[in-house]
Nanobody, 117 residues
Framework: QVQLVESGGGLVQPGGSLRLSCTAS????????LGWYRQAPGKEREWVAT????????QYADSVKGRFTISRDNGANTVYLQMNSLKPEDTAVYYC??????????WGQGTQVTVSS
């Protein structure tokens, strides 16, 4: 059974930084396309960033471009989301998503990020 486990969330002041991690069980991690999504209270889940398999090609939502960086360590089966210059509107539960080489999709359980003074 494939599992994705996120960590690194917490409470941070506006302008601060956090790094989220998501570690996957299972094999073939280097073939996965990986993403981060978030869901704020009362809102639908929205896409934040993606890093594609085989390459270091990345894409970002306009709302986080220039502030967030997605990266991966295939040897550690882990994807990261470095979040800088955090704003109150970044407050949400953050979820990692993995799509395998055979197109199966998995989600983590989510980690809370709260940006508040």
């Amino acid at each position: 059974q494939v599992q994705l486990v996120e960590s690194g969330g917490g409470l941070v002041q506006p302008g601060g930084s956090l790094r989220l991690s998501c570690t996957a069980s299972g094999s073939g991690f280097n073939l996965w396309t990986l993403g981060w999504y978030r869901q704020a209270p009362g809102k639908e889940r929205e896409w934040v960033a993606t890093i594609f398999r085989h390459t270091t090609l990345t894409q970002y939502a306009d709302s986080v471009k220039g502030r967030f960086t997605i990266s991966r360590d295939n040897g550690a089966n882990t994807v990261y989301l470095q979040m800088n210059s955090l704003k109150p509107e970044d407050t949400a539960v953050y979820y990692c998503n993995g799509r395998t080489g055979s197109n199966n999709e998995y989600w983590g359980q989510g980690t809370q990020v709260t940006v508040s003074s």
